[in-house]
């Protein structure tokens, strides 16, 4: 069964560092590019981070560039979100997305096919 | 950075009735980077729908996506029980993924 396992969040204080892991079975870990994405208390989905399937391209969003730093360790089918500086609105559940680059024709897609339940991140004091 | 903007923002409706989501883009979205998500409390985020037509793997037939440029659509042909949930719309462009707000689908 294809399975992303999302672990490592918790309550942390603002300031403060935490790393987020999502554990890989099921598919070839590798061979995927994926993203980390939260949702906020009452809020809808947002994008945090990508990293390609071999980790020559990252991207993030604007509200965690240089805070938070994207990456992925293949032989323990394993990616990774290490957030410093936490800020209250980083208070979230983080999900881990397998992410589908795929060329048919002329064509490109991009989507996120497979997604963990989820870790709870909040910052508070 | 592109917007996407759903309505309603939420939908009252019974099982069996039809359901119509709305995606409107600020900017031209190209369609094969037009996906729908569903979230339900607790669960994980689930792929419906890619490309803006495609339906992904094991996604029921009554669940249908079209559109192009800057309007997209989700519709639900008729409403089972277990498809009261949140609809999300989702678009890659210029090295980053937005999303809508989101659509609630709620019992009547």
């Known amino acids: 069964e294809v399975q992303l396992v999302e672990s490592g969040g918790g309550l942390v204080q603002p300031g403060g560092s935490l790393r987020l892991s999502c554990a890989a079975s099921g598919f070839i870990f590798s061979r995927y590019s994926m993203n980390w994405v939260r949702q906020a208390p009452g809020k809808g989905l947002e994008w945090v981070s990508y990293?390609?399937?071999?980790?020559?391209?990252?991207y993030y969003a604007d509200s965690v560039k240089g805070r938070f730093t994207i990456s992925r360790d293949d032989a323990k089918h394993s990616l990774y979100l290490q957030m410093n500086s936490l800020r209250a609105d980083d208070t979230a559940v983080y999900y881990c997305?397998?992410?589908?680059?795929?060329?048919?024709?002329?064509?490109?897609?991009?989507?996120?096919?497979?997604w963990g339940k989820g870790t709870a991140v909040t910052v508070s004091s | 950075e592109i917007v996407l903007t759903q309505s309603p923002g939420t939908l009252s409706l019974s099982p069996g009735e039809r359901a119509t989501l709305s995606c409107r883009a600020s900017q031209s979205v190209t369609s094969s980077y037009l996906a729908w998500y569903q979230l339900k409390p607790g669960q994980a985020p689930r792929l419906l729908i890619y490309g803006a037509s495609s339906r992904a793997t094991g996604i029921p037939d009554r669940f249908s996506g079209s559109g192009s440029g800057t309007d997209f659509t989700l519709t639900i042909s008729r409403l089972e029980p277990e498809d009261f949930a949140v609809y999300y719309c989702q678009q890659y462009g210029s090295s980053s993924w937005t999303f809508g707000q989101g659509t609630k689908v709620e019992i009547k």
């Open positions: 990293i390609s399937s071999s980790s020559n391209i990252i």
């Open positions: 997305a397998r992410t589908i680059i795929a060329v048919a024709g002329s064509l490109y897609y991009y989507y996120m096919d497979v």
